[in-house]
C-alpha cells in the first residue's frame, strides 16, 4: 500500500501518483493472469468501463433566447475503467469539458482524471477498505449522501478514505474520512472542507439467533456526520459571532418489513451551522420523514411525511443550490415523465424548511375483468403537497432575529403553500397491436419559494392532459405517440392575462425499429404565451443507431429554456438552437 | 494529466486490453437488498442451469417500465423454454425508492427485484443509463447486453436465451 501513502495532495489537486498506481494495478494484474495460467484459484483479472461523449453545436435566435458561446461548440466526454480482481479492484474515470456543454456547470475546464479509487474486499472476513474516490449514502441521505448525476454535471464524490467492517452477520460499522469534489479543472478539484463520517446498521434478522425466518424483518441505523472548514468570526451591527469550524450532525433509523408491509422512520438533527443557504444564522437544524407502505398483487399504496428545519449541510457554508451538499433531501413529489409535467414546474425541496406529505396508490383491474378487459387495466393516483413550516420570526429588535432568524412553534404546516400536485394515470393495453395510456395533472406551483421561472412571481395554477398511444406496426417496428397540453390560470395581478408562460402543447412522435434503429420528433409549442411574438415552436428530431450496449444518436433542433431532470435531480438549462451528437458504450 | 503520463497510462491499459484474460466480464458480487428486506450477494442469483437476466430500471423510468411489462407477458413461456430467470434491479434513490415495492406489486411482476440506491451494482457494470439489461450464462460470464428499450427488443433477448439454453 506505500504506493498509496504517496498520494499526498496539495490545494485539492489529483497528485500523479494515483495515475501509476491504477496503471500499475493493472499492469500487476496482467502479469498476474498470465503467471495463473495453470492456477485454478487465482481469480481471473477483468476490465470495464464505459464511455460517453457528447457534442452540441450553437446557433443563435433571438427569440427563444439561444445565444452562442464564444467557443460555438460545446463537449462533454467521460470514460470510467473498471479493473477488477478477485478481493481487489481500482478504476479511474477520465473526463473532458472542451468546453463544457450549455447547462452544465461552465466553470468545469479542460481534461484529466476526475475519479480514481483502489478497493480491496474481504467479504470473509468483514473488511471492505477503499481508497480514493467514493460514492456512499447513509439511511435515507438526511445526513451524508455522495452521489453522481453525470448527465447534470452533479458529482459530490468523496476523496479520501473508507472502511467498511463487518464484525458479525448483520452488524456493519463504516468509517469514512475525505474531502468532496467541487469542480474539474483539468482535474479534480475539491472543495475546502473536510468530511469524518460513522454510521452503524444492525440488520436484527441476520443478527438475532432464530429470526433469520421470520416474517417480520427489523434493521436498526444511526450515523454521525461531521464537518470541518476554517472560518473566523464575523460581525452584525455590534454583535461579534463567532463561525463554527466543526459543524456534527446525526441520524437515527428503523426500517420494518412484515409481508408486504413497509414502515421507515428516520430522524436526523444538526447543531448551529452559519451558511449562505440560512442566512448566516445559529439555529440548529432537524428533520423527520416517516414511511408507510402496503402492497399485494394487484394493489400497492405508499403514504409518507416528512419535515425538515434549516437542513442545508455543505462542507462549503458559503455555496448554495448543487454545490457541495454533504446530505440529501428529496422532494416530496414524484418525477414526472411527460415533457410538460417533468420540465416546467418540477418542485426541489425547500432544504431551509418544509413540512410535506404524500399518499399514492396504484391498482390494476384484473385481466378478463369488465372494467380491466382482456389484458389489465394500470391505475394511479398520487397527491404531494409541502408547506411552509409553523414558525414565528423574532422581533426585528430582538438579538435572536439577528442570531436564530426563526422559532418553531410546532412539526405540522405553516400558511404558505410551496407546492400541491395532484395527478391520475391510467394505461391499458386494448389490442396486441395497440395500447394507450392517459394522465392528468394538478398542479400548484409557488414560484417564488422554487424558482424555476423569471416570469411569474407567486402561484402557477397548472392542469395538464396527456395521452399517449403505442401501435406496434410490425412485430419489430413500433410508433408511439404523446399529446400533451398545458393550460395555467389566470395572472390575478394583470386581468386578462395568463400565469407565467401561459399555455403550452407537445406532440412527440417515435418510431422505433427493433433492435437497432430509432427515429424522434417533438414539438412544444407555447401557444398561450400572453406575447404573440412568444408563441414559438420548439421543434427538435433526432435519430439513432443503437448495438447491443453501443448507442449512437443524432439530433437538430431547438432547446427550450427548463430544468432538465435525470433521477431526482433537476438543473436548469438555458435555451439553445443546434446539433447534438450523443455516443454512448459501455463494455 | 502531464504529456509524458498519458501515453504510459493509455499503453498501460492497452496491454491488459491484449491479455486474453480480461476479455470477459464476469458479473460483479455486490450486497443489496431485495423488497422483502433480505440482503442478497448478486453473485447468487446466478442460475447454475439456464440463464440469468439483469434488467436495471427506476420507476421514473418509462421505457424501463414498458420492457419489463412487456417481458412480464412473456416470461412464463420464457422460463419453460430456457428456464431464464429475471432479475430487475432499480436504481430509484431515496426520493422513489419506496415506490418501488408497492409499483412491483400492482402490476404484477414475477422478477426477483433488487434495490441498487447507491448505484454501486449499476456502477460495476458500467451502466449510464436505464434501461439496460445483461445476459449472464451459467458461468456468471455476462455475454450480452443492450441499452435502451424498443418494443421488439424482446425477440433479440429471446434469441440469446434459446442459444445459451441448447
Known sequence: MSLWASNRRVAGRPARAWVFAVAGAIAWGVAGGHTAFGQTDTPVPSITGNVSILWQSYAEHTLIGAQVPPSKTGYNAFANLLYNQGNFSAGVRYESYLNAVLGFPGRFKGSGIGYRFARYQDRDRGVDVTVGNFYDQFGSGLVLRAYEERNLGIDNALDGFRLVLTPLQGAEVKFLYGKQRFDFQDGLVNGPGVIRAVNGELDLNQLVAGWADRPLKLTLGGSFVSKFQPGSSFNVDSLVLGMPQNVGAWSYRLNVLRKGWIGQVEYAGKINDPSADNGFTYRNGEAALATLGYSQKGLGVLVTAKMVDNMSFRSDRDLRLFDLPVNYIPAVTQQHTYNLAATLYPYATVITGETSASAEVFYTLPKGSKLGGKYGTKLSASFAAANSLDTTRYASSDVNSVIYGYERTSWGPGSELFVRDFNFTASRKFTKEFKAKYAFFHFEFNTLTTPVTTDYKGIVDANIHVLETQWKVTPKQSLRTELQGLWVGEDKDHPGELQDKGHWATVVAEYTWSPHWFASVIDQYNFGNNDPAKRIHYLYGSAGYIQGPHRLSVGYGKRREGIFCVGGVCRAVPASNGFEVAFTSSF | ?166
Open chain 2, 1 to 166: 494529466m502531464k504529456p509524458l503520463l498519458q501515453p504510459l497510462f493509455l499503453a498501460a491499459l492497452l496491454a491488459a486490453g491484449s491479455a486474453n484474460v480480461l476479455h470477459a466480464q464476469s458479473l460483479p458480487d455486490v450486497a443489496l437488498k431485495d423488497i422483502e428486506g433480505n440482503t442478497v450477494q448478486t453473485s447468487t442469483l446466478v442460475q447454475e442451469e439456464g440463464p440469468t437476466v439483469f434488467c436495471f430500471w427506476a420507476t421514473w423510468c418509462s421505457p424501463c417500465k414498458r420492457e419489463l411489462n412487456n417481458y412480464a407477458e412473456l416470461y412464463e413461456d420464457w422460463v419453460d423454454e430456457t428456464g431464464v430467470r429475471i432479475v430487475a434491479v432499480s436504481i430509484d434513490d431515496q426520493r422513489s425508492v419506496n415506490r418501488v415495492a408497492p409499483y412491483v406489486n400492482s402490476v404484477g411482476w414475477e422478477y426477483d427485484i433488487l434495490l441498487d440506491p447507491n448505484r454501486d451494482f449499476a456502477r460495476a457494470l458500467g451502466v449510464q443509463n436505464v434501461p439496460h439489461t445483461f445476459v449472464v450464462n451459467a458461468e456468471g460470464v455476462v455475454v450480452w447486453s443492450h441499452n435502451n428499450y424498443a418494443d421488439g427488443d424482446e425477440h433479440e433477448l429471446h434469441e440469446e436465451l434459446l442459444k445459451l439454453a441448447e
